[in-house]
């Protein structure tokens, strides 16, 4: 029970954090989710730099990864909004928005997540 709790609060404040990212950078006016892309990469590059200290040397606690990687993280980044916000682009027929969003989303969030853990070594 005080591991779900853990990962409960994690996911509030990744989740409140993600909200306001949103509501600061996506854009209205070209209906690019730059919120939504900030939020991605900035996840990726956080949970890599978890997991990485929580390997090196046990750096992190099991409690303290529960509540950064798999609460705060799992809430701050998101798959659903990010599918929604592609169903959009290709329902508007803005199929280089789509194109861009996608690669990008994938690469820099890959590359991100590598970067991170590289930091801890």
Known sequence: MKQLLIVFVGGGFGSALRFVIGKWLNSSDT???YGTFAANI???LLIGIILGMAAK??????SQTLLL???F?????TFSTFA???HVFLKSGDFMSFA?????SFIVGFLAVFFGMYLVK
């Open 84 to 86: 929604y916000e592609n």
């Open 31 to 33: 209906g690019i989710p």
């Open 69 to 71: 990687a798999t609460g």
């Open 73 to 77: 993280c799992g809430g701050f980044t």
């Open 100 to 104: 861009i969003y996608t690669v990008a």
């Open 57 to 62: 040397n046990d750096t992190l606690s099991q």
């Open 42 to 44: 900035i996840g990726s």
